[in-house]
């Protein structure tokens, strides 16, 4: 497939974020915010997520932290919030500067938000003690310049931390490849039919295409990292609710059986439906995202 030009990129991602934290940001307080990460702290423990078991959490006062596509800053915040000096970089100007905003809410000193691109860091060979990138590298055209990049720029023994979707979950066979591959025959017609499977959402109607995901299977994880070491990955997230027309009626049971989690408003824009004792358990063996985790080796 040919790579997206990275102003339809943008473009997407400016979209998504109009749509979904717009309104969220606009009239958001410190006192809000402070108590919107301790919300999504307490989500993220529930889902066990990688930015609360692979990101060392307890650890992070002082450290030298990179976000790559931070979004609208929930997670760069939250880890400003544990005391990381945060850099974070954001293809999409308006998500930079609402993660830039968050910093300036919380009085983080030394942390900052920029405009950049994964696959061109702006940065110095051996930079960050960490760096963290929450389904971005993925939706990169040059994921391999992306990692390669990871690496460069991460001190010798620092930490990536970096989630993407796995090719090998229920998500990408049953809800993707069956009915929108194969029975809408979309596999066949349209190169980038998985980029349009994934990433909806937003109060709008989206009227810009995501042009550009990948997922990934084990081996395929194995060779992003060939040269890291202490390499982890584990499954996590499976949804029912994803699962085509029918997954509409479990949400709406989901959401009365189990309840939504305030947790969801700084990243997704809304309360999260709170996933099942067997979805989460699902997610270990089937989900969607691999959670992952590996070393620069020290020289
Ligand atoms: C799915 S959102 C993830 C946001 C955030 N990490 C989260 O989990 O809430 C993807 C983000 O990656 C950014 N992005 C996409 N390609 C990028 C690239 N090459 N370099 C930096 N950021 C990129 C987009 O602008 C968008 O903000």
């Known amino acids: 497939m040919p790579a997206p030009a990275k102003s339809d990129i943008q473009a997407f991602w400016k979209s998504l974020y109009d749509s979904l934290y717009e309104d969220v940001d606009a009239g958001l307080t410190r006192a809000d915010l402070m108590a919107a990460l301790d919300d999504l702290e307490d989500m993220f423990r529930y889902r066990e997520h990688l930015a609360v078991v692979e990101m060392p959490l307890a650890e992070l006062a002082g450290k030298k932290v990179l976000e790559i596509g931070p979004g609208a800053g929930g997670h760069s915040a939250l880890f400003a919030k544990h005391g990381a000096r945060m850099t974070s970089v954001d293809l999409t100007n308006a998500r930079a500067r609402a993660t830039e905003a968050k910093f300036r809410l919380m009085g983080a000193e030394g942390c900052h938000a920029l405009q950049g691109d994964a696959e061109n860091l702006p940065f110095a060979d051996d930079s960050f003690d960490i760096v963290y990138s929450n389904g971005v590298l993925h939706h990169t055209a040059d994921t391999e310049k992306a990692f390669a990049e990871v690496y460069r720029v991460l001190k010798p023994g620092g930490k990536a931390v970096i989630l993407l979707y796995c090719k090998s979950s229920w998500h990408y066979w049953i809800n993707m490849v069956l009915p929108v591959g194969i029975l809408q025959g979309k596999l066949f017609k349209d190169r980038n039919w998985l980029g349009k499977a994934t990433e909806w959402g937003g109060k709008n109607r989206q009227t810009v295409a995501n042009p550009f995901t990948r997922c990934y299977t084990a081996d395929g994880i194995r060779r992003l990292f060939q040269g ?15 699962v085509p027309k029918l997954g509409r009626l479990y949400r709406k049971y989901q959401i009365k059986r189990y309840g939504t989690h305030p947790g969801g408003v700084l990243v997704y824009g809304e309360p999260w439906p709170i996933q099942s004792p067997l979805e989460l358990a699902l997610g270990k063996i089937m989900g969607f995202a691999w959670h992952i985790s590996a070393r620069k080796p020290t020289r």
């Open 228 to 242: 890291f070491e202490s390499l982890t990955m584990r499954k996590g997230e499976f949804y029912w609710y994803l």
